[in-house]
């Protein structure tokens, strides 16, 4: 009886087991998960679906970097949020001037894949990927695109004398934040120094003089760049240095007054200010570019020469399609797991740009096509001007934002032309320094327009928060500014 009992009690427990199994198995299911979606460019011309992405564990994502904000919001229409994606270069940043950071050469080595421009156009980029120790492939987005020859449509006047004087390089410094520099009444109380070149440094003088410190570390010519017609003298020691020249500026920058020229051996100067120098007093000195010594050193400090290719290809929305179908491919190769769904993301932004396209071509035929001449701060719309018949008539710089330093009389022969065409506005735009193209323009007596965006997209709010966002932007900024 007892073991009849025993038996009973137990089928009972087993039965208890598993209902509560049963009920513990219901309450875990899982909701269902909606697909997320990358961000997606919004076009009058035809607003596109977003990109699906279905459910991914984060941390089996993809690791892949973009080198800057361009190429960015390309990757993330393929990919949506099947990645983790990293851009270096932000919204608003010049990817001609990037420094690196040390967070960067981490970000390299732990990355899946690498999406740069290529044709020379991140020339910082080497030297961090080999430092970094990254392992990951790297991808140019330019590999299937025509290039067009580096400077093809811009005036020969920007390459021929590019580091005759540096004014406009100068003039462009005399508008960032200054660094503030207290001088001394007397050489010998002398300590306050201004160590670097292209810097814009204001000083405080006593009753219009003052003494500073000046290093030299190398053999070559030094330009010190006044923003008012002052005194300068440079002593070695207590000896006055005789300069090469002194030339007052009257055209190309309203910044600077006159320049100073010297021709330096390494050493420690003392410069000296006055009599009736106005405080405080603007400066920028720079080294010449005419040794080539002093020439290797510039390259050395700013690393933006490019090849003999434009590499701004974007600027033409069926190079886009090109770029955004290596960056298909790129994820094929590296997620096949979801190779579908990158296919499904292209083929939705190739029909987005496609539109795009036909929309800037619909914009521009308000100009007629002898009205459609461009002035921009550097050749950065050679593949735009190409596809949609344009002339570059000139540029402040060349290819890249730091790497030409137009002289005085290249600026005029700019003024001239700008002149001679009878355009009614020049463009700048959000990774230069407006100060040289305002200048330009008030000599021309015409518009400047300052609000493009070339080389980065604006932050997510802002005009060009994405690259179909950007193209429309520009596109009807520029016909507005030319239709007036």
Known sequence: MQMLLWSKRRAVVSLLVVLAFLLAACGASPAAQSPTTAPTAVTEAAPGTEATTPPTDASSKLKVVATFSILGDLVTNVAGDLID??????????????????????????????IENGLEFETWFDALYEASGSQAPRVELAERVTPLPAGEGHSAHDEEHAHDDGLAHAC????????????????????????????????TLSNGAGFV???????????????????????AGTTPLAPENVAPITEGCDAVKIVYTFDLEPGSYFVQFGSQAPTPLALVWERGEEHSDSEAGHEDDHGHSHGEYDPHIWQD????????????DALSEADPTNADTYQLNTERYLAELTALDAFVQ???????????????THDTFAYFADRYEFTVVGTALGTTTENADPSAGDLAALVNEIRAVGVPAIFADNVSNPT??????REAGVTLVTDLHTDALSQPEGPAG????????NVTTIVNALAE
Do not use: C, W
């Open 436 to 441: 040289l193209m305002e200048t330009i323009a």
């Open 213 to 235: 410190v000046f290093e030299q570390d190398r053999d070559g010519d030094v330009l010190f760049f006044l923003g008012s017609d002052a005194n300068l003298t440079l002593l």
């Open 317 to 328: 929305p069926n190079n886009a399609m090109l770029m955004v179908e290596v960056i298909r």
């Open 85 to 114: 994606l990293t851009v270096l270069v932000g919204p608003d940043s010049d990817p001609h001037v990037y420094q690196p950071v040390p967070q960067d050469s981490v970000t390299l080595a732990g990355a899946d894949l690498i």
């Open 362 to 376: 619909a914009e521009v035929s308000r100009l007629p096509v002898e009205a459609r001449k461009l002035v921009t």
């Open 466 to 473: 994405t690259y179909v966002a950007m193209i429309q932007h």
């Open 172 to 203: 462009q410094h005399f508008g960032d934040d200054p660094v503030a520099v207290t001088a001394a009444t007397t050489a010998a109380e002398a300590t306050a120094v201004m160590p670097d070149d292209h810097t814009r440094y204001d000083l």
